[in-house]
């Protein structure tokens, strides 16, 4: 099949071989989409999306359609209209679609983490590696969170005198846990959180914190 032969192809490196083996007739909206990631891959932005925009078109609720133009606006900058089309493309995809929906959170944590929001984050992230624990972008963006220091600590409270921000203790205890679901993190979030906001915490030089609300 060609858009299997494409995608072999992609996966050892090949994207221009990749592209040729699809050729330009293949209209399927799978065909469409590889060839979008292609030519992106490849620097041919305008014509992917030209492409990608008739395939919207005409399917304007394909799941994987709107997730790739959710990745471009959100590379742009224009972070509503890619939270618009990543929350499609989420609605949209089907349970067997692990890795995409594992891609799609990673996307959606990219951009709380631009919006400022690392707890959300976080949050996306971990449900990107539960879906797909090979997913090495969410891994490593958790990554950058954590901290060697709250390996020796025996108490949250411990990681929490330690952290600037609470998502640092959240990205170092989760990747300890397992979760049932996205609802299940959520809520482990909100108690350490809650613990965060409760904790007083001692300012640089050792002084006692002004405000301990």
């Known amino acids: 099949m060609t858009v299997e032969d494409a995608l072999r192809l992609a996966g050892d490196g090949d994207f221009e071989g990749a592209l040729r083996k699809l050729g330009p007739s293949d209209s399927g909206a799978e065909a469409v989409c590889l060839r979008v990631s292609l030519r992106r ?13 008739a395939l919207l078109a005409r399917e304007p609720g394909h799941a994987r359609a709107n997730h790739l133009k959710g990745i471009g ?7 509503d209209e890619a939270e618009a089309r990543l929350a499609r493309a989420r609605a949209g995809y089907t349970r067997e679609r692990v890795d995409e929906r594992s891609e799609l959170e990673t996307d959606l944590g990219n951009l709380h983490l631009e919006r400022g929001d690392t707890v959300k984050a976080v949050l996306a992230w971990r449900e990107a590696l539960r879906l797909a624990p090979g997913n090495e972008p969410a891994r490593k963006n958790l990554e950058q969170f954590d901290d060697a220091r709250f390996e020796e600590a025996t108490t949250v409270n411990e990681m929490i005198q330690a952290a600037s921000h609470p998502a640092q203790v959240l990205a170092h205890l989760m990747r300890h846990k397992t979760f049932s679901g996205p609802a299940e993190a959520e809520a482990f979030a909100a108690e350490i959180l809650s613990l965060w906001n409760r904790t007083p915490r001692r300012e640089l030089g050792g ?7």
């Open 207 to 213: 002084k006692a914190p002004r405000d301990q609300r």
């Open 73 to 79: 606006l959100l590379e742009s900058g224009k972070l």
């Open 41 to 53: 891959r490849l620097g041919e932005g305008p014509a992917a999306e030209r492409e990608l925009d």
